[in-house]
C-alpha cells in the first residue's frame, strides 16, 4: 500500500515535481549512499524521507522490529488483549500520500539538509525518553522544527486532533486502556497530555 502511493506513475517523476535545489541535493546523498538515482526518481517525496529516516536508523543499529509499539503489541497479543487502532495503515497511507506537495518537498529537503545530524538528535531522543525528561523531549521533537511549521502542522498536530477523541472515549469506559502513541505527539502545548490536562482530566507522569 506504501509503495502503490509513494511511486510515480507512469509518465511522471521527482524531478519534475520538486526543485532544482532539493533534486541536486538527493543526488548528492544518494551518491554518497551508493543508491540508485534512477529508482529514486519514482518516488514521491514524503515516501522517500521515511526511507532515508530509515536508512540513518539502520546505519544506527535502530531496528523497527524493535520498536516500543511492537513490544507492547506482542505483549497484547500474548495475553489475549482486546486491540483497537488510532488510525489504521490505510489512514496513515492517504494522511502521508494527502499533504500538499510543497510540505511533502520541504519535509524531504529538511531530512537531507540535516541528514548528517540525524544520528545525533535521534541519541538525543533517546536519552531524553529513557529520563523521562519531558521538557528535553518537547524541545528535540516540537520546538527544534518551529522553522518548518507546515511539517508540524501536517505530520504531528493533525494527527494528534484526529485521535484525540478516541483517547477521550477510552477514558470515559469504564475499562482501563493502555495508550502508545509516538512521543512527538505526548508533549508541547498541542499535544494530547496538555490538551487532556487543559479539559480537567488529572495527569501524572510515572
Keep these: 500500500m506504501f509503495v502503490n502511493r509513494g511511486r510515480y506513475g507512469e509518465g ?3 524531478r519534475a515535481n520538486v526543485s532544482g535545489e532539493t533534486y541536486g541535493l538527493l543526488r548528492e546523498r544518494a551518491a554518497e549512499l551508493g543508491l540508485d538515482m534512477g529508482e529514486l526518481d519514482r518516488i514521491r517525496p514524503w515516501f522517500l524521507t521515511i526511507i532515508f529516516t530509515t536508512l540513518v536508523g539502520a546505519r544506527m543499529g535502530l531496528d523497527a522490529k524493535h520498536g516500543v509499539d511492537k513490544f507492547f503489541l506482542r505483549r497484547a497479543r500474548e495475553h489475549g488483549k482486546e486491540l483497537l487502532c488510532l488510525e489504521s495503515v490505510e489512514d496513515q497511507v492517504n494522511f502521508l500520500g494527502d499533504v500538499p506537495p510543497e510540505v511533502q518537498e520541504l519535509t524531504l529537503l529538511n531530512a537531507l539538509k540535516s541528514f548528517d545530524e540525524i544520528p545525533g538528535k535521534l541519541e538525543r531522543i533517546n536519552r531524553a525518553w529513557e529520563r523521562g525528561d519531558v521538557a528535553e523531549l518537547e524541545a528535540l521533537l516540537v520546538e527544534s522544527s518551529d522553522e518548518y511549521p507546515e511539517i508540524n502542522e501536517s505530520l504531528i498536530h493533525a ?13 470515559n469506559s469504564d475499562r482501563s486502556h ?21 479539559k480537567g482530566y488529572a495527569v501524572e507522569q510515572l
Design 178 to 198: 493502555l495508550v502508545v502513541v509516538g512521543a512527538a505527539h505526548l508533549v508541547g502545548e498541542r499535544g494530547i497530555l496538555h490538551t487532556l490536562k487543559e
Design 12 to 14: 511522471d517523476s521527482l
Design 159 to 171: 494527527r494528534t486532533a484526529n485521535w484525540q477523541p478516541r483517547v477521550e472515549a477510552c477514558l
